[in-house]
């Protein structure tokens, strides 16, 4: 089993920034695929950035250039650096593990964390 824990989310002003954190514990090592989702109210979860232990990579278009997923497995942790934030970006963000080498990982949930851009 695998636990994920999200923290970093917030308020900030639009053009701002914020550093998501993904803590992993548990099973690590049969991990081969990692991500962010985000779900904005009313809408569906969106995959937002990912990558696999086979190097493979995914950002949607809507944050490419303004989000950087980074990965640090000394640490078992994930981040998801955000600049330039807009309003449409506000959404609880959720990481995500999967056992399998794929770009949109599903077995593991952290619990979410709200972020809020004002304009």
């Known amino acids: 089993q695998v636990q994920l824990v999200e923290s970093g989310g917030g308020l900030a002003q639009a053009g701002g920034s914020l550093r998501l954190t993904c803590v992993m514990s548990g099973k690590i090592s049969g991990i081969n695929g990692m991500g962010w989702y985000r779900q904005a109210p009313g809408k569906e979860r969106e995959l937002v950035s990912s990558i696999t232990t086979s190097e493979r990579s995914f950002d949607t278009a809507s944050t490419k250039g303004r989000f950087t997923l980074e990965r640090d497995s000394a640490k078992n942790t994930m981040y998801l650096q955000m600049n330039d934030l807009k309003p449409e970006d506000t959404a609880v963000y959720y990481c995500?593990?999967?056992?399998?080498?794929?770009?949109?990982?599903?077995?593991?949930w952290g619990q979410g964390t709200q972020v809020t851009v004002s304009s």
């Open positions: 995500s593990a999967d056992r399998l080498d794929t770009l949109r990982p599903k077995d593991y």
